[in-house]
């Protein structure tokens, strides 16, 4: 069982910067894809950004949804078992709840997660 809490949502102005954090349990956390996904009002959950492993202890792989490439950075450090989203140029249609999400092999899809945070509200007002 993996427990996963987010923090650092909050409410910014058009233009500015958040970082979320997803502070996770798993005992052999390296291992686990990790990703962000968010819920707009009235919108179905989509992918944000994806942190693979990729075998090798120090190389991981990420994705990231068209809507939030070169704005958004997912990373992560395995020795405080922690994922990271830093966000930036945050625009009014970023706003959502964030929800961070393990799995083994988890892919882009919600579907593909076992694990979910409760989540963190991002409001971007204009």
């Known amino acids: 069982q993996v427990q996963l809490v987010e923090s650092g949502g909050g409410l910014v102005q058009a233009g500015g910067s958040l970082r979320l954090s997803c502070a996770a349990s798993?005992?052999?956390?390296?291992?686990?894809?990790m990703a962000w996904f968010r819920q707009g009002p009235g919108k179905e959950r989509e992918f944000v950004a994806q942190?693979?492993?990729?075998?090798?202890?120090?190389?991981?792989?990420?994705y990231y949804a068209d809507s939030v490439k070169g704005r958004f950075t997912i990373s992560r450090d395995n020795a405080k078992n922690t994922v990271y989203l830093q966000m930036v140029s945050l625009k009014s249609e970023d706003t959502a709840v964030y929800y961070c999400?393990?799995?083994?092999?988890?892919?882009?899809?919600?579907?593909?997660?076992?694990?979910w945070g409760q989540g963190t509200q991002v409001t971007v007002s204009s």
């Open positions: 999400a393990a799995d083994r092999t988890g892919g882009r899809a919600p579907n593909e997660y076992d694990y």
């Open positions: 798993a005992r052999t956390f390296s291992t686990y894809a």
């Open positions: 942190i693979n492993w990729s075998g090798s202890a120090t190389y991981y792989r990420t």
